[in-house]
């Protein structure tokens, strides 16, 4: 049986719950990024100061819906594959990777060259991957400050249309009782566009968001919120069954230290 804890969670693939509640479609292109050693301190500042404007700028634009930078908590250190996420999320399908002119450089506010803004983000960082997700539902509002599980998911071969629909007609309505009862709880859940094939690890993504520390540590019961929302239905054989199409090998926990959108 595949258990959902409401403790524990790996560096954010996630993300676009800061979509407004009412978003359920769009995509989110998903950036690992690796400090190099003793270095991560410096690098949050840069990625908060320069990354975090040309974020803004292109989300008052209208090329992003939203940008969020997440930092790993658990793993971390040596172990985490990433340390930072930076989460270009789209109102519709990915634009692709961008570039920016002295223009957009000056218009966001940044006072430096790109030469000089690729050769510090150089200096301190480098890109460990790129990934492109599908958002298919999305309940509540990731909030700044709060922290978001990432439940990875592989899902077995012509499994995923049951997968979706298990997901958005069995969790999706405890989420939503868990988001109304403590705003800024949120639930995102995505599939893979790129990369792909036999050999990832992954390819599916339930995302679990919650507006502080002492929320996601709290003890949360689903048995007996699945009681409210799925009177006729038993918790034991939907949780089989979604074990049956997927399995979990692997949950991160990371913190939202900015999340921009209009």
Same mark, same amino acid.
């Given at each position: 049986m595949k258990l959902r804890l409401s403790l524990l969670s790996i560096p954010l693939a996630f993300l676009p719950a800061a979509f407004a509640q009412t978003q359920s479609t769009g995509s989110a292109e998903i950036l690992c990024i690796k400090a190099k050693d003793g270095k991560q301190g410096e690098l949050r500042r840069f990625l908060l100061d320069s990354s975090a404007k040309m974020g803004k700028y292109r989300v008052d634009s209208g090329v992003f819906s939203?940008?969020?930078i997440a930092e790993a908590?658990?793993?971390?250190?040596?172990?985490?594959?990433?340390?930072?996420?930076?989460? *270009?999320?789209?109102?519709?399908?990915?634009?692709?990777p961008l570039t920016s002119t002295e223009e957009d450089m000056k218009k966001a506010g940044i006072s430096m060259t790109i030469a000089q803004r690729n050769a510090k983000r150089d200096e301190i960082s480098y890109l460990v991957s790129r990934e492109y997700w599908r958002v298919r539902d999305i309940v509540g509002t990731l909030v700044k400050g709060g922290y978001v599980r990432l439940n990875y998911f592989k899902i077995n071969s012509n499994s995923q249309t049951e997968w979706l629909r298990m997901e958005s007609s069995g $969790?999706? *309505?405890?989420?939503?009782? $868990?988001?109304?009862?403590?705003p800024g709880r949120a639930w995102v859940l995505q599939t893979?566009?790129? +990369?792909?094939?036999?050999?990832?690890?992954?390819?599916?993504?339930?995302?679990?968001?919650?507006?502080? $520390?002492?929320?996601?540590?709290?003890?949360?019961? +689903?048995?007996?919120? $699945?009681?409210?929302?799925? +009177?006729d239905s038993d918790y034991s054989a939907y949780m089989t069954r979604v074990g049956q199409l997927a399995e979990r090998p692997l949950v991160s926990t990371m913190r939202l230290i900015e999340v921009i959108r209009k």
């Open positions: 939203a940008y969020l908590v658990a793993p971390s250190g040596r172990s985490a594959r990433c340390d930072f996420h930076l989460v *270009q999320a789209y109102a519709a399908a990915p634009k692709g $969790w999706k *309505q405890m989420a939503e009782v $868990w988001a109304k009862e403590s893979l566009i790129m +990369p792909g094939g036999a050999t990832m690890p992954y390819n599916g993504l339930t995302v679990d968001g919650y507006p502080n $520390w002492d929320a996601l540590f709290a003890t949360t019961n +689903p048995r007996n919120t $699945w009681g409210k929302v799925h +009177p």
